[in-house]
């Protein structure tokens, strides 16, 4: 009898040993899910979300104490850009936590130099397998720009006009590809087509970038929220791969991968 006892003993430690370990691995240290893992984490939380079934995972006591103790970078498992729009909660709306995803939060959405830096940061220091382009319906900085594209424009203050001008060509590209809508029901096609701008500029700026999405490193997912059901909209991530080859063709792309000294 003493025998299969120490051989039950034996494969419960193994067992529990390797339950640590897995634990380990999936929460952290370094040892994070791949792209298409990752994607597949956020479309689930969403789900979650709009159907009312939230976990609100990494949110308790314990997980601020960790958070104080650890670096982000272990942990983190997205990078998302999205508009500051209040009815876009970024962690709630892919039932996320404390240190789950690395947020840069902008007027639109749009990626410029501070936008650009903060999504460098966030893809090759935090080390986040995926970037997120969150577009939003009823976006007010895409409406905004939409009416002054068309004359109908009104006063802005005198720092707003050059936060939304990357805006500026998504409206217009839209206007060309669907010009038989007019007014308003432009506005729709304008902000998918921000998104798409959005990771234009991004790879247009930043070499560092482009080289972590051809290393396989990094996937940038272009999505829109709807702030009316929750839902998220994922756009097709072929189209992200389309626009790393054209940027690559051209010629006024940035090269230089690094600030210099």
């Known amino acids: ?68 103790e650890k670096k982000q970078g272990d942990y983190a ?21 404390v240190m789950d995803i690395f947020v840069i939060r902008v007027a639109g959405n749009v990626c410029d130099t501070d936008e650009i830096g903060s999504i460098e940061y966030g893809l090759a220091h935090v080390n986040t397998p995926v970037l997120v382009v969150l577009g939003h319906t009823q ?29 500026i060509p998504a409206v217009k590209r839209a206007s060309e590809k669907y010009s038989d809508i007019h007014g308003d029901a432009i506005i729709p096609y304008a902000i998918e087509e921000n998104v798409w701008q959005g990771i234009s500029d991004l790879f247009m700026k930043s070499p560092a970038v482009r080289n972590l999405v051809k290393e396989g490193k990094v996937k940038v997912a272009g999505a829109i929220y709807d702030v009316g059901t929750g839902k998220i909209d994922w756009l097709p991530l072929d189209k992200s791969d389309e626009i790393l080859k054209a940027v690559e063709l051209s010629p006024d792309k940035e090269t230089e991968p690094y600030a210099g000294h």
């Open 139 to 167: 976006c007010g900085a895409v409406t905004a720009v939409t009416h002054a594209v068309h004359g109908e424009g009104h006063k802005l203050e005198r720092n707003i006009p050059a936060l939304v001008d990357n805006i």
């Open 77 to 97: 498992y997205a990078t998302v850009i999205t508009c500051s729009d209040s009815r876009v909660p970024v962690e709630l709306i892919f039932d996320a936590g």
């Open 1 to 68: 009898m003493k025998k299969p006892a120490k051989l039950t003993i034996y494969f419960m430690v193994v067992f529990i040993s390797f339950q640590i370990i897995h634990f380990a691995k999936s929460d952290g240290h370094g040892n994070k899910p791949n792209p298409d893992k990752v994607i597949k984490m956020l479309q689930e939380g969403n789900e979650r979300f709009y159907t009312e079934n939230s976990s609100f995972p990494h949110s308790n006591s314990e997980r601020i104490k960790l958070a104080g």
